[in-house]
């Protein structure tokens, strides 16, 4: 029999994509959910989550919050792993932002912390709960697909939130950034392997930060892949991959001056041929297209189908899908195995490149 009861949950972290997506939903999902915990290092954004939920305790230290609490969003910069092992410890379901962490044995960490417990560990990958997505996911013959091209032009991403109402940008402490930043490097040195800055970049702020949403999503659709060749430059990242009998592309490029994202996922075969195109992700109920291509073999009549399957928000379906994983009792759809495969491509793609 199904808990229906709500979920005690505590936000570690009221950064950009808490205040933009998180905290509305858990709002609106207040049937679901009860907000009883906030943390944030900077006062600004937490007073400002405060103001959502003023009934909810804040702290600046997540450790405080976890007694009191049935499951954590981890939505802090950074690695999760050290959060997300003492919340699982502490006996708290976990739901970790993207990436889950920046090394293969964080993640073996978190994933065993939380089967030692018993506890649902979920992974964020938003684009896998959008509606658009799962329309495809059922009607995608995948045995009819030879190649697939995954293009992602990235752009600035504060234009897209300027119309949310936020609190004004955070101001941390300078010798505690200084200690987080240094945290961050040898969690990416022991991650990736290696000490060039500049690989050490490509694979936390565009593999990890971003790119992690496209290996995830293609993997959903296609299966497992190989890295054949990996390319990383200055404004981004190009790979070749097999999905068993389909050839794939990857190209994500950083468009750094005006605010003009774009994504599509396409998937060709010699009859049919389908397109995901996504909209920037802070762009709340704005619809992903899933756009379908066929005609007649061997004439000249084609027809091109452009469908809007949905306006509700990948956002907040992927909450949905945690409380259901936890009141259930079973692992949600994105679990931190996935993630943590995601995690050794993106570390095999720096590798591909250095070969």
């Not at 658009?132 to 995608?140: F, G, H, I």
């Not at 609190?167 to 240094?182: G, I, M, S, T, V």
């Not at 909209?279 to 992903?288: I, K, N, V």
Request: hydrophobic share 45%; proline share 6%.
């Amino acid at each position: 029999m199904v808990n229906r009861s709500r979920v005690r949950v505590g936000v570690i972290g009221c950064g950009l994509v808490a205040q933009v997506m998180h905290l509305p939903h858990l709002r609106e999902l207040d049937d679901r959910f009860e907000v009883s915990a906030l943390c944030d290092l900077a006062p600004g954004p937490l007073a400002w989550a405060g103001t959502m939920f003023p009934e909810a305790s804040r702290h600046t230290a997540w450790a405080d919050l976890l007694d009191d609490v049935d499951a954590v969003l981890v939505l802090t910069a950074g690695s999760h792993a050290p959060v997300a092992v003492a919340a699982a410890r502490a006996g708290a379901h976990v739901f970790v932002e993207k990436p889950m962490c920046f090394s293969v044995r964080e993640g073996e960490e978190m994933i065993a912390a939380a089967q030692a417990a018993g506890v649902v560990l979920m992974v964020g990958y938003m684009k896998r709960y959008d509606p658009s997505y799962e329309a495809l996911q059922r009607t995608l013959d995948r045995e009819a697909v030879t190649f697939a091209r995954i293009t992602t032009l990235e752009s600035p991403i504060e234009p897209y939130a300027l119309h949310h109402p936020r609190p004004a940008p955070a101001q941390l402490d300078p010798e505690l950034l200084a200690q987080l930043r240094q945290d961050d490097e040898w969690r990416l040195r022991e991650g990736l392997g290696s000490q060039d800055p500049f690989l050490q970049r490509a694979y936390k702020s565009i593999l990890l930060d971003s790119m992690v949403h496209e290996i995830n999503g293609v993997r959903g659709l296609l299966g497992e892949p190989d890295i054949r060749y990996a390319r990383v430059w200055d404004s981004g990242v190009t790979v070749n991959a097999s999905f068993g009998g389909v050839e794939a592309v990857f190209a994500w490029i950083d468009l750094p001056g005006i605010a003009r994202y774009a994504q599509d996922w396409s998937f060709y075969g010699p009859e049919h041929r389908a397109t995901l195109e996504f909209p920037s992700p802070l762009l709340r109920s704005y619809p992903t297209r899933l756009i379908v291509e066929d005609g007649e073999p061997g004439g000249v009549a084609s027809r091109r189908t452009e469908h809007i399957v949905s306006y509700e928000e990948a956002f907040k379906r992927e909450l949905e899908e945690f409380h259901a994983a936890i009141v259930e009792q079973r692992e949600p759809r994105t679990t931190g195995a996935d993630g943590l495969r995601d995690v050794a491509l993106c570390r095999e793609i720096v590798a591909a490149h250095a070969a």
